[in-house]
């Protein structure tokens, strides 16, 4: 934050009847470029957050048909029909989806 602009901001209300005119709207200028820079900037948040996401619920999906899979072979060894071949196949299906 720029001096100027922290100055506004701690200006008591007593000295904005002070301003001339000139200074009042130099003023009013850099706020409302601080509000533009500070919405461009959430708008950069919001967007980095939307991608965050759906990046953690892809990953999450993953994780999910990994859980999937490896509940399959986990529960043919139980069984007796463990092989590499149905291992490969298990996670071949689940992470196809």
């Not at 602009?5 to 008591?12: A, F, V």
């Not at 509000?35 to 461009?40: C, D, H, K, T, Y």
């Amino acid at each position: 934050m720029t001096e100027r602009l922290q100055e506004i901001l701690n200006r008591k209300p007593s000295k904005w009847g002070n301003l001339t005119v000139k200074e009042f709207e130099r003023d009013i200028k850099l706020l409302q470029e601080r509000v533009e820079e500070l919405e461009e900037f959430n708008r950069i948040l919001s967007s980095d957050k939307s991608m965050f996401i759906e990046e953690l619920v892809r990953e999450q999906h993953q994780n999910k048909r990994y859980r999937e899979a490896l509940r399959k072979i986990i529960k043919e060894g139980e069984n007796g029909e463990y092989s590499h071949y149905t291992a490969q196949r298990a996670l071949e299906e689940k992470t196809d989806e």
